[in-house]
């Protein structure tokens, strides 16, 4: 071996390793059958037929001296196996979606990497789409049956000697000459590079098959470790490879066929066979999750590749490039998904405890203070007597309070002990019920230093809460509200504007709320023709836009048309405000010429504010979520009445919408928890805001 990849020289090796496998030879030598390592035999004791199969791989490894590191490699995967498994498995792939694979691979490799360009222009673009489109299409229209099948396939039972030799040697290969893996360890390359599964995804290819065919993409230089171009290129690959929209008829479960249809996929999905393929290459890469984002209702899965220090870096895979540290802060706590069991709920389901699905899973392995300040927490807790062992972390979400951690809970001292407790973050704790949990605790935030505040109502002093949303602003459409700032409305009676007058130019006041302004006009002109166009090439991203003139000494709207047929104008010209466009400019013509009397402009977004004539109900938390009345909005805020102070709120919309988020109340504003909250035109942490509430 050269000096520059990892080596495992006689020397360094592990004693217990070559002992044993002295011990072995001569029992080997004199008996058909090797002795194992105990686990190994109780693994090989519930394989049923395959067992020859398993014995195969270690009788392989055994029959050269040079192979111990490879024999414990594989008494590692087998003894680790039981409780692996598939969800399913397809026979065969018709011809039509083999053609496609390869027409799609061969378009990528001519537009993205003959040679790589990391920054594509319109003209490669176009082609891209072009040709990506025809082959769609062609596979859209053939008719062709896929044979697949659903069911609980056990590693154990189905994994054959072939396939698992042959993943193996791939590791120990890529361990040995790919420049990212050459700083693991062995312990650190069992735990990263050996496995082949993180969930229960069917087992597709060969690695030797995944390295053949993007080791030289990924790294086409033998001392390259740039993680960042690494992630880069199998990014473009994947996202140039998905053909399928989500519209389209979909596959179904093909394995790396499913590259056709990734757009159509979720971020579990493109972890899974993302994480697959940078391993089975030398790029450690580990699969990570979050159970709830801390200012929004859903999960996350993802990548993260580990570098030379030994620190790995997140990225979500088709989407995200490397170093976009903003987009993981705003996770809760963090799990990586392990092929070795962890100790977590998952293994201790034998009493009959209740525990949230999501910890059911007996590979999670926490990492949160990988991405987050933490702290172990120990939070009082009085339970009733009971058999439960754990206790149960959790932040809130529209569907109510989600356990997103775990701790065992001390019965003589009525206390839980959590462990790496991401902080600036309210919690509470409680019990398993479903999928969520039934608090056991008031509202509880935990600032920087691990000092617990608990939130607790005041039934004494009692407050009006003026609402004006039930969900946080949300970060990219304030900036692309932020990037209509400056844009110019001009109005005209040539339809070329070569006589054009500036009317208003919009600014931070008309955008910022997010919602409906009615810009009066006062030029006293009369104009046919009006155009709205930013003042730098940004786009313009509106919900709304709707025209008022003075008809018979009354405002009446414009029902206008637009000039060009290009842009779907009718998602602005109706009252709906989760419709929208985003255009370069907006040309309208209103028919005739008419005196202005004003123009009403909505920001595209979340629809998440009062809406007038929508019910409305608060709802204030007291050991429980209590009522606190409904209100039809007649305007863009309600207010309900003698609602107990210094609690929690929610507040729902019960006519339309989703997204819904608790918030403490200052009195005057809206303090959306665990979300940097816009107020006043300027982000506020919500650290900053709840320091000022409770000191």
Same mark, same amino acid.
């Given at each position: 071996?050269?000096?520059?990849?990892?080596?495992?020289?006689?020397?360094?090796?592990?004693?217990?390793?070559?002992?044993?496998?002295?011990?072995?030879?001569?029992?080997?030598?004199?008996?058909?059958?090797?002795?194992?390592?105990?686990?190994?035999?109780?693994?090989?004791?519930?394989?049923?037929?395959?067992?020859?199969?398993?014995?195969?791989?270690?009788?392989?490894?055994?029959?050269?001296?040079?192979?111990?590191?490879?024999?414990?490699?594989?008494?590692?995967?087998?003894?680790?196996?039981?409780?692996?498994?598939?969800?399913?498995?397809?026979?065969?792939?018709?011809?039509?979606?083999?053609?496609?694979?390869?027409?799609?691979?061969?378009?990528?490799?001519?537009?993205?990497?003959?040679?790589?360009?990391?920054?594509?222009?319109?003209?490669?673009?176009?082609?891209?789409?072009?040709?990506?489109?025809?082959?769609?299409?062609?596979?859209?229209?053939?008719?062709?049956?896929?044979?697949?099948?659903?069911?609980?396939?056990?590693?154990?039972?189905?994994?054959?000697?072939?396939?698992?030799?042959?993943?193996?040697?791939?590791?120990?290969?890529?361990?040995?000459?790919?420049?990212?893996?050459?700083?693991?360890?062995?312990?650190?390359?069992?735990?990263?590079?050996?496995?082949?599964?993180?969930?229960?995804?069917?087992?597709?290819?060969?690695?030797?098959?995944?390295?053949?065919?993007?080791?030289?993409?990924?790294?086409?230089?033998?001392?390259?470790?740039?993680?960042?171009?690494?992630?880069?290129?199998?990014?473009?690959?994947?996202?140039?490879?998905?053909?399928?929209?989500?519209?389209?008829?979909?596959?179904?479960?093909?394995?790396?066929?499913?590259?056709?249809?990734?757009?159509?996929?979720?971020?579990?999905?493109?972890?899974?066979?993302?994480?697959?393929?940078? =391993?089975?290459?030398? !790029? +450690?890469? &580990?699969?990570?999750?979050?159970? %709830?984002?801390?200012?929004? /209702?859903?999960? #996350?899965?993802?990548?993260?590749?580990?570098?030379?220090?030994?620190?790995?870096?997140?990225?979500?895979?088709?989407?995200?490039?490397?170093?976009?540290?903003?987009?993981?802060?705003?996770?809760?706590?963090?799990?990586?998904?392990?092929?070795?069991?962890?100790?977590?709920?998952?293994?201790?389901?034998? =009493?009959?405890?209740? !525990? +949230?699905? &999501?910890?059911?899973?007996?590979? %999670?392995?926490?990492?949160? /203070?990988?991405? #987050?300040?933490?702290?172990?927490?120990?939070?009082?807790?009085?339970?009733?007597?009971?058999?439960?062992?754990?206790?149960?972390?959790?932040?809130?979400?529209?569907?109510?309070?989600?356990?997103?951690?775990?701790?065992?809970?001390?019965?003589?001292?009525?206390?839980?002990?959590?462990?790496?407790?991401?902080?600036?973050?309210?919690?509470?704790?409680?019990?398993?019920?479903?999928?969520?949990?039934?608090?056991?605790?008031?509202?509880?935030?935990?600032?920087?230093?691990?000092?617990?505040?608990?939130?607790?109502?005041?039934?004494?002093?009692?407050?009006?809460?003026?609402?004006?949303?039930?969900?946080?602003?949300?970060?990219?459409?304030?900036?692309?509200?932020?990037?209509?700032?400056?844009?110019?409305?001009?109005?005209?009676?040539?339809?070329?504007?070569?006589?054009?007058?500036?009317?208003?130019?919009?600014?931070?006041?008309?955008?910022?709320?997010?919602?409906?302004?009615?810009?009066?006009?006062?030029?006293?002109?009369?104009?046919?023709?009006?155009?709205?166009?930013?003042?730098?090439?940004?786009?313009?991203?509106?919900?709304?836009?709707?025209?008022?003139?003075?008809?018979?000494?009354?405002?009446?709207?414009?029902?206008?048309?637009?000039?060009?047929?290009?842009?779907?104008?009718?998602?602005?010209?109706?009252?709906?405000?989760?419709?929208?466009?985003?255009?370069?400019?907006?040309?309208?013509?209103?028919?005739?010429?008419?005196?202005?009397?004003?123009?009403?402009?909505?920001?595209?977004?979340?629809?998440?504010?009062?809406?007038?004539?929508?019910?409305?109900?608060?709802?204030?938390?007291?050991?429980?979520?209590?009522?606190?009345?409904?209100?039809?909005?007649?305007?863009?805020?309600?207010?309900?009445?003698?609602?107990?102070?210094?609690?929690?709120?929610?507040?729902?919309?019960?006519?339309?919408?989703?997204?819904?988020?608790?918030?403490?109340?200052?009195?005057?504003?809206?303090?959306?928890?665990?979300?940097?909250?816009?107020?006043?035109?300027?982000?506020?942490?919500?650290?900053?805001?709840?320091?000022?509430?409770?000191?």
């Amino acid at each position: 071996m050269s000096l520059n990849v990892p080596t495992i020289p006689t020397s360094t090796l592990k004693p217990i390793v070559y002992l044993s496998f002295l011990l072995v030879i001569p029992f080997f030598s004199c008996n058909p059958e090797p002795s194992f390592p105990e686990k190994v035999i109780a693994a090989l004791e519930t394989s049923g037929k395959n067992a020859k199969e398993l014995r195969k791989v270690l009788v392989h490894f055994l029959e050269n001296p040079a192979d111990s590191l490879r024999y414990e490699a594989a008494c590692y995967l087998i003894s680790n196996m039981p409780g692996h498994r598939s969800s399913f498995y397809y026979q065969g792939v018709p011809g039509p979606v083999e053609e496609a694979f390869r027409s799609m691979d061969s378009l990528v490799n001519m537009c993205y990497f003959s040679p790589y360009i990391s920054d594509t222009n319109d003209e490669t673009e176009a082609r891209h789409r072009a040709f990506s489109g025809i082959v769609s299409n062609r596979l859209l229209l053939q008719q062709y049956n896929i044979t697949q099948h659903e069911g609980i396939y056990p590693d154990l039972e189905n994994i054959k000697a072939e396939w698992l030799i042959d993943h193996i040697d791939n590791a120990f290969g890529v361990w040995e000459n790919a420049a990212p893996a050459r700083w693991l360890s062995f312990s650190e390359f069992k735990e990263i590079i050996l496995p082949y599964r993180y969930r229960i995804e069917m087992l597709d290819l060969r690695s030797s098959e995944y390295k053949s065919s993007f080791f030289n993409m990924l790294m086409p230089h033998a001392t390259d470790v740039n993680l960042g171009t690494m992630v880069d290129k199998i990014n473009t690959y994947t996202s140039g490879m998905s053909c399928l929209k989500k519209t389209d008829r979909m596959l179904g479960k093909l394995g790396p066929y499913d590259l056709l249809q990734f757009n159509a996929l979720g971020c579990d999905r493109h972890s899974e066979w993302t994480a697959r393929v940078l =391993n089975a290459c030398g !790029i +450690p890469a &580990v699969y990570d999750f979050t159970p %709830l984002w801390r200012n929004r /209702d859903r999960n #996350h899965f993802w990548v993260a590749v580990r570098d030379s220090m030994g620190v790995y870096h997140p990225f979500t895979p088709m989407w995200q490039s490397l170093h976009d540290t903003i987009y993981f802060k705003e996770t809760s706590k963090v799990f990586r998904l392990t092929y070795e069991k962890q100790p977590s709920p998952g293994n201790f389901r034998g =009493n009959g405890e209740k !525990i +949230p699905p &999501v910890f059911k899973n007996p590979y %999670l392995k926490d990492v949160t /203070d990988q991405y #987050h300040r933490v702290v172990n927490l120990t939070v009082p807790v009085k339970l009733p007597v009971h058999q439960n062992e754990f206790t149960y972390l959790a932040i809130f979400g529209a569907s109510g309070w989600r356990p997103i951690g775990w701790g065992q809970y001390d019965r003589d001292r009525k206390n839980v002990l959590f462990e790496k407790v991401p902080t600036s973050v309210l919690y509470v704790a409680g019990k398993s019920v479903g999928e969520n949990v039934s608090p056991e605790t008031d509202p509880f935030y935990v600032d920087e230093k691990g000092k617990i505040i608990s939130v607790v109502p005041d039934p004494i002093k009692r407050i009006n809460v003026t609402v004006k949303r039930k969900f946080h602003e949300k970060g990219h459409l304030i900036d692309m509200m932020e990037k209509m700032i400056g844009a110019r409305i001009m109005g005209a009676n040539q339809p070329d504007f070569s006589d054009a007058e500036l009317l208003h130019t919009l600014s931070q006041m008309d955008l910022a709320d997010m919602k409906a302004k009615a810009i009066p006009m006062r030029s006293g002109k009369s104009y046919r023709y009006l155009r709205c166009v930013p003042d730098s090439s940004e786009k313009l991203n509106l919900a709304g836009f709707r025209v008022f003139a003075k008809r018979n000494k009354q405002a009446e709207e414009v029902f206008y048309r637009p000039l060009a047929d290009t842009v779907s104008y009718h998602m602005i010209k109706d009252e709906d405000p989760e419709t929208f466009v985003t255009v370069r400019s907006l040309e309208i013509d209103l028919g005739e010429q008419l005196n202005l009397n004003a123009i009403e402009v909505t920001p595209r977004n979340s629809n998440n504010a009062v809406t007038p004539g929508d019910h409305y109900e608060l709802y204030y938390f007291d050991k429980k979520w209590v009522s606190a009345g409904v209100i039809k909005a007649s305007g863009p805020s309600v207010t309900f009445s003698a609602v107990p102070s210094g609690t929690l709120y929610w507040l729902r919309n019960l006519d339309r919408g989703k997204e819904e988020q608790a918030f403490l109340y200052d009195g005057k504003r809206q303090i959306f928890i665990n979300e940097d909250n816009y107020i006043d035109y300027e982000w506020i942490p919500f650290s900053e805001s709840i320091r000022y509430l409770y000191n």
